[in-house]
C-alpha cells in the first residue's frame, strides 16, 4: 500500500483550490495537512506552525501578493524549510516559466487539468513523479545534516586539542604525559588522564 503525501496547497482561485484539494483526497495518497491563498498566507502558516509540516508544496504559479515564483524562492532560502519540495500547478504554458521555475529550486513544474473534475486522475498520474522529490529531497537533506554534524564534530575536536595542548605547554607537562592524553582523549580514562596532567603540571609549577 501507497504512504499518503502530506501536502500544503496554495492557490488563490477558491474553486480550483477546493476541487484540487477534494480530488487529491479522492486517490488516498495524499494528506491535505493546509490551504494557503498564496506566498505570504503560506509562510504565515509555516512560521507560526500552526499545521502539521508538509512533506511537499502545490503551489499555483500567478497569485496577488507572494506569487509561485516568489514561494519557491521563500522555501529554498529558509534553512528550516528548504527540505521540502515545491511542485508548482499552473495554467501558464511549460516554456519559459517550467525552466524558470526549476532553475530556482522547483522540483517539477505541471500544467493544470482541462477541468475540475480532472483531478482526482491528475493526482494519481503524478503521485510517483512527487513521492521520488520528496524522497529525494529527504535522502539530500539527511545527507547535508550528516556531513554538518561531523563538520562541527571535527572542528570542536580540533579546538579541544588545541586548547589541552596549550594548557599542557603553559604548564610545564612532559611530553610522556601529553602523548598518554592523545591516547585516550574522547573516553573516560582519557579525562582521568587529563586530570592527573593538569594536576601534575600545578605540581611543578613554582
Avoid: W
Avoid at 115 to 144: A, D, M
Wanted: positive net charge; proline residues 5%; glycine residues 6%.
Amino acid at each position: 500500500m501507497r504512504r499518503k503525501i502530506k501536502v500544503l496547497i496554495v492557490e488563490d482561485n477558491e474553486d480550483e483550490r477546493l476541487f484540487m484539494k477534494e480530488g487529491f483526497l479522492q486517490t488516498g495518497l495524499y494528506e491535505i495537512v493546509g490551504e494557503a491563498e498564496n506566498g505570504n498566507e503560506m509562510l504565515m502558516l509555516l512560521n507560526e506552525a500552526s499545521i502539521p509540516m508538509p512533506e511537499v508544496i502545490l503551489s499555483d504559479l500567478n497569485m496577488p501578493g507572494r506569487n509561485g515564483f516568489e514561494v519557491i524562492m521563500d522555501v529554498k532560502t529558509n534553512t528550516s524549510l528548504s527540505h521540502i519540495p515545491v511542485i508548482i500547478l499552473t495554467t501558464a504554458p511549460l516554456q519559459p516559466y517550467a525552466e524558470r521555475c526549476k532553475n530556482l529550486g522547483a522540483c517539477a513544474y505541471y500544467t493544470k487539468p482541462d477541468t475540475f473534475l480532472e483531478y482526482k486522475g491528475f493526482g494519481e498520474k503524478i503521485y510517483p513523479e512527487i513521492s521520488e522529490c520528496v524522497e529525494k529531497t529527504r535522502l539530500n537533506y539527511n545527507g547535508i545534516k550528516k556531513h554538518k554534524r561531523f563538520f562541527a564534530q571535527r572542528i570542536l575536536k580540533t579546538y579541544r586539542r588545541a586548547v589541552s595542548f596549550s594548557y599542557c605547554l603553559y604548564r610545564g607537562v612532559p611530553q610522556q604525559h601529553l602523548a598518554i592524553y592523545n591516547l585516550f582523549r574522547g573516553t573516560p580514562r582519557g579525562l582521568v588522564s587529563l586530570l592527573s596532567i593538569f594536576s601534575q603540571g600545578r605540581q611543578r609549577t613554582p
